[in-house]
C-alpha cells in the first residue's frame, strides 16, 4: 500500500490489506463512541475496538509501540483486560493529558457528584519482553558461535556436559553452571578454559605440540573470539534500538506521566476534536526515529501525519471522512510549501 498517503477506507478495511509485522509504530485518536459526530456512534463498541486491537497486534513490528487516546475511563477498563486477554500487546502505561483549565470554560457545573473534566488518556502499549529484547538475546544466543561450536564438539567427542563440567569445579569440589551456560550462550570462556576443555577432549599431554593435529576444538579461540565479539555488537545495536522504542522518555527530559499540553493553542481546525501539534509531535519523536513507517488508522484532520511529515517519519493513514481528508491533505501541502519556501 502506497505510504504517505492518506486512503479513504474504513481502518479494518485497510489495516487487513498490510503486511504483517510491517509497521513501526501506530498512533491514534479513535471514535469515543460518545455521540460527537455521524461517525462516534459505534454498535458495539468494545467488540468493534478488540477487531482493530487485533490488527494493530498483527501489522506491528516486534519492537514497535501503540499509542492511543481515549476519555472514558470505564470503557478503557474493560478493553485493557480484553487487550491482556486476547492479543499478545501489553499494557505499559497511562499517561495523563492535562488540556488545562480553558478546556472546561463556561462548561463548569456545579454537581457535588464530579468535577469539571480537563484530562483525557494517552494508553501505551509494546509487546512483552518475550516477542522483544528477549527474544533478541534467545536468538543470539542460539547463534553464539562458542556456544554452537561446543555443543557439536562435544556430541562428536561423545562427552557429557557433566563430564565437562568436572573440569571447572567450585571451591569446595562440587560442580558448578559454567558449562551449562556457555552452552546456552550466556558466557564465553576464558582462553584457559578453553584450552582445558581441548586438552581433555583430545587426551594429549603435550598437546601445545600437537597443536595441528587436534581432533576436536580445532578452532581457534581468538577466532571463535572475534565472531562472538562481532555478533554481541550486532545484538547490543539491536537491543538498545528496542530499548529506545519501549521506554521512549527518560529523566533528562522532564517529562513525567502527566503532560500539560494547552488544546486551544493551534490554529483552528475544522473537526469536532482536534488534537494539538505540540502533542502528537511528542508522540512521533519520542516514540519512533527518522524514515520509521508509522500507521494512524483514524486520521482525521492530520495532525499526527503532520507530525511525521515534519520529523522525517513516513505514515500510511486510513479516513473515511472525504471532509477530514480534504482538510488533511491541505495541511500537509502547506507544510510542503513551507519547507520549499
Known amino acids: 500500500m502506497e505510504i504517505n498517503k492518506i486512503h479513504q477506507m474504513d481502518c479494518l478495511e485497510g489495516m487487513k490489506q498490510l503486511d504483517s509485522k510491517s509497521v513501526n509504530c501506530i498512533i491514534t485518536d479513535p471514535p469515543y463512541n460518545i455521540n460527537k459526530a455521524s461517525w462516534d456512534n459505534i454498535s458495539g463498541y468494545v467488540d468493534w475496538m478488540m477487531e482493530f486491537f487485533k490488527e ?62 480537563a484530562t483525557e488518556y494517552l494508553q501505551f502499549y509494546c509487546f512483552d519482553d518475550h516477542t522483544g529484547a528477549q527474544q533478541l538475546g534467545e536468538q543470539y544466543a542460539r547463534v553464539n558461535p562458542m556456544a554452537k561450536y561446543l555443543s557439536e564438539e562435544f556430541e562428536r567427542a561423545g562427552v557429557t556436559r557433566k563430564e565437562i563440567a568436572a573440569l571447572f569445579p567450585s571451591r569446595t569440589g562440587g560442580l558448578t553452571g559454567c558449562v551449562s551456560n556457555w552452552l546456552m550462550g550466556l558466557n564465553f570462556p576464558l582462553r584457559e578454559q578453553y584450552e582445558k576443555m581441548r586438552h581433555y577432549l583430545n587426551k594429549a599431554k603435550e ?28 545484538y ?83 479516513e473515511r471522512e472525504s471532509e477530514y481528508i480534504e482538510i488533511a491533505e491541505g495541511r500537509l501541502k502547506q507544510k510542503t510549501l513551507c519547507e520549499v519556501n
Open 56 to 117: 494493530c497486534e498483527r501489522v506491528l513490528m516486534e519492537n514497535g509501540t501503540l499509542w492511543f487516546f481515549h476519555m472514558r475511563f470505564p470503557v478503557l477498563a474493560e478493553l485493557q483486560m480484553r487487550i491482556e486477554a486476547e492479543t499478545g500487546l501489553r499494557h505499559k502505561q497511562l499517561i495523563i493529558i492535562d488540556k488545562g483549565i480553558q478546556s472546561i470554560a463556561g462548561r463548569a457545573g456545579k454537581s457535588l457528584r464530579s468535577y469539571p473534566r
Open 207 to 234: 598437546y601445545e605440540y600437537l597443536r595441528k593435529e587436534y581432533e576436536y576444538l580445532r578452532k581457534e579461540y581468538e577466532d571463535l573470539r572475534k565472531e562472538y565479539e562481532d555478533l554481541r555488537k550486532e
Open 236 to 318: 547490543e545495536d539491536l537491543r538498545k534500538e528496542y530499548e529506545d522504542l519501549r521506554y521512549p522518555f527518560n529523566m533528562e527530559s522532564g517529562v513525567t506521566d502527566v503532560w500539560k499540553i494547552s488544546f486551544y493553542e493551534d490554529e483552528k481546525i475544522a473537526h469536532v476534536s482536534p488534537k494539538p501539534m505540540k502533542l502528537m509531535r511528542r508522540i512521533v519523536q519520542t516514540a519512533t526515529k527518522e524514515g520509521d513507517l508509522v500507521l494512524e488508522p483514524f486520521a482525521g484532520s492530520g495532525s499526527t501525519l503532520v507530525a511525521c511529515k515534519e520529523s522525517g517519519r513516513n505514515f500510511i493513514a486510513f
